[in-house]
């Protein structure tokens, strides 16, 4: 089903599931719950190399055969220019184009600044980068950074982390409605499958999540849930779903009853 | 000689490069990206590019993240 990848700066992805690598209890379970996920790209955080102590395995290490693309992120990065000096630090690290771009305007609720978003973008546009912003579901601030030449726009669900689910469908079908020339990728605030299923219905391209899958009681049954439900409610979506009605409509022959 | 490295001081020796630094921290260069004074060297000039007194320099890798 060639046409079934999410396609984004030049690169077609079996999976429309994009997953994180934090938060998991350890590498073994992070493993096998990214690899359950079925996602062919994952999320990594760029942070200091701790001096203090030895290194351990790193979540690279433990996913080195399985051959998914690597999706850096600014995660913690509250101006446009921590986010940029990130970004260039992944490119040089991951030898890769590809960037998550964050730029957070406020701590408690992690809500995208998007003003300064609109400015990273532009600045790592222009230096070859793929940028996949983390935004609102904001029609406006969407086509603002698509024509800043984002390479998918990633409108949030609900607050990182807080497993709320999709708290404003008739924004997010706005934006998806709108946005067609870039991928739709519904990022943060996913809580269990039927948020998934939900977004994938309303039509976006692809979720990206984390904590919806890290944080569940068995994270690697929880991946499959969400496989399942990314890939159940896209088919949803491109079958169409019948009409919202008041009132029934038999299923079965009205003719032919026995009386 | 005085370095910042990651945010704390740091002794380097005179005429270290980036290569020989990595070295005496035992890291792999293929896994870190490295910044000198704000601006991030390339990978294939680890070995050219030495550091110098009261550099600047951010030392980072790829970790487990959303």
């Known amino acids: 089903m060639q046409n079934d990848l999410l396609t984004f700066g030049g690169r077609a992805l079996a999976s429309r599931l994009i997953v994180g690598t934090g938060k998991y209890p350890d590498m073994t379970i992070a493993r096998a719950a990214i690899l359950a996920s079925g996602a062919a790209m994952v999320t990594v955080a760029v942070r200091r190399v701790d001096l203090s102590r030895r290194e351990g395995e790193s979540i690279l290490d433990v996913l080195q055969d399985a051959k998914l693309a690597i999706l850096p992120n600014t995660a913690g990065c509250y101006t446009a220019d921590e986010a940029v000096r990130t970004a260039r630090l992944a490119r040089e690290a991951g030898l890769s184009e590809l960037i998550k771009l964050e730029v957070i305007g406020d701590q408690r609720t992690l809500f995208p600044d998007t003003e300064g978003l609109l400015q990273a973008t532009r600045v790592l546009v222009k230096e070859g980068f793929v940028v996949l912003p983390y935004t609102n579901d904001d029609l406006v601030v969407a086509r603002r950074l698509r024509d800043a030449g984002a390479a998918a726009v990633m409108p949030l669900a609900a607050p990182i982390g807080s497993g709320l689910g999709i708290q404003n469908p008739v924004n997010l079908r706005i934006l998806i409605e709108e946005i067609r020339d870039v991928p739709v990728i519904v990022d943060a605030g996913v809580g269990t499958a039927s948020d998934a299923a939900l977004a994938m219905e309303l039509g976006a391209d692809g979720i990206l999540m984390n904590t919806g899958i890290a944080g569940a009681g068995d994270p690697v049954k929880m991946a499959r849930a969400m496989r399942a439900a990314v890939e159940a409610g896209r088919l949803a979506f491109e079958a169409g779903r019948i009409p919202r009605k008041l009132h029934a409509s038999a299923s079965s022959p009205v003719e032919g009853l026995i009386r | ?66």
């Open chain 2, 1 to 66: 000689m005085l370095i910042h490295l990651n945010g704390g001081e740091h002794q380097a020796p005179e005429g270290a490069t980036l290569s020989g630094l990595l070295e005496a921290m035992r890291l792999q260069p293929g896994r870190v990206a490295i910044e000198v004074n704000g601006r991030v060297v390339a990978r294939a000039d680890f070995e050219r590019v030495q550091i110098r007194e009261g550099d600047v320099l951010e030392v980072v890798q790829f970790v487990g993240g959303g």
